[in-house]
């Protein structure tokens, strides 16, 4: 692993021997901020300056975006891997990770040496992405079929239309932002692949009462029902762990409400708070 202070990267690499990127930027005890599929670490852009007058923030960006590398051979555990690898790597860590990246971090969680974590806050892990869902399911594999082809334009468009539900309005807006759509046209492939693993992904809370670091669980306030239950399940299970209403908010409240979403996070991950 190396730190190229002129870069402000961090490389870690994985158990596979992928390198693992994470840009850093802030001052205070370590953050590692861990995202979810079809993002990068640019997407916590109206969050980063709230944030960095309180901790020094490794941004990760999980395998086949941005500051990372990739490896063709794809499974949910070397996600796993990855995160366990980065928080292994930097001592006295907190972490933050959402969605998928959620999902990948309580599992890395398990993973990782005792002692390294401090303490964990997690936001609506996909952990429930297996439940049948014939549209969305019909969608992913029609995003993989546009990776085969290689139509990553239209597997970006897909993604935002079927999988997050945006409106049309809202794709032509980010379509329209030219260098953000560029990035998520790199990533396309990692969309479909990240999904279809998730089919096979069986989620039993009881393995994560292994997890004995203080755990904050985020959930918005207007989320899907099967969220709330799987955050009071995670609840039921790690034993130091308590959960945090995001009330207003659904499923991107770091975009939909920065600073609140921003006080959660350090009244409970900061030292002393």
Known sequence: MSEASAEQVFNVVSADGTRIGCAVDGAGPPLLMV?????????????????????????????GRGISGDNPD???????????????????????AHSFGAMCSLEGMLRTRKGTLRRAMIYEPSVNRMLSNPKRDAAVDEMARLITVGDRDAVVA?????????????????RGLTEAWAIRRGMAHTMPRELIALR??????ERFSA???????????????????????????????????????????????????????????????
């Not at 993604?159 to 809202?170: F, G, K, M, P």
């Not at 096979?200 to 809370?205: E, K, L, R, S």
Request: aromatic share 8%; proline share 5%.
């Open 35 to 63: 995202h979810g599929t079809g993002d990068t670490h640019l997407g916590w852009r109206r969050v980063r300056g709230l944030l960095t007058p309180h901790f020094k923030l490794y941004l990760m960006d999980r395998r």
């Open 74 to 96: 794809y499974a949910l555990e070397r996600e796993w891997e990855d995160v366990a690898a980065v928080l292994d790597a930097i001592e006295g860590v907190s972490l933050f």
């Open 158 to 174: 897909l993604h935002l239309r079927s999988i997050i539900n945006a409106s049309d309005e809202t794709i032509a807006k980010q």
């Open 200 to 205: 096979d992904y069986q989620f039993a809370p």
């Open 211 to 273: 997890i004995t670091v203080p755990t904050g669980i985020i959930i918005g306030g207007k989320s899907a029902e099967h969220g709330h239950v799987t955050a009071r399940r995670l609840h039921d299970a790690i034993p130091d762990s308590k959960i945090f209403p995001l009330e207003g908010q659904a499923h991107f409240g770091m975009l939909t409400a920065p600073e609140l979403f921003a006080q959660t996070l350090i009244g409970f991950l900061k030292p002393g708070g």
